[in-house]
Nanobody, 124 residues
């Protein structure tokens, strides 16, 4: 069983930066693919970024490509999402997710484990 706890959210002005962290419990963290998703009020949960266990393969939504960077530190059981050049449309609750081998990393249903989320608000 993997438990995930997100942190690092907050209020930031447009153009600013935030770094989200997701700390995972469990000794097999390094074997899990990790994903970040977000959900704005009244909208469906959407894919943001994902990283395979090896950290060689990373994936991004078109809307964040070039602005966000996902990374992981397996020694610390932590995955990060560095968010730069933030826009008001990035405002959402951001969720961390984990799965051993998601066949489609962009699909929320492929992940078995989820954190409780952290709020990111970008003011204009």
């Amino acid at each position: 069983q993997v438990q995930l706890v997100e942190s690092g959210g907050g209020l930031v002005q447009a153009g600013g930066s935030l770094r989200l962290s997701c700390a995972a419990s469990g000794r097999t963290f390094s074997m899990y693919a990790m994903g970040w998703f977000r959900q704005a009020p009244g909208k469906e949960r959407e894919f943001v970024a994902a990283i395979r266990w090896s950290a060689i393969n990373t994936y991004y939504a078109d809307s964040v490509k070039g602005r966000f960077t996902i990374s992981r530190d397996n020694a610390k059981n932590t995955v990060y999402l560095q968010m730069n050049s933030l826009k008001p449309e990035d405002t959402a609750v951001y969720y961390c997710a984990a799965d051993r081998a998601p066949s489609q990393v962009r699909v929320p249903g492929e992940y078995d484990h989820w954190g409780q989320g952290t709020q990111v608000t970008v003011s204009s």
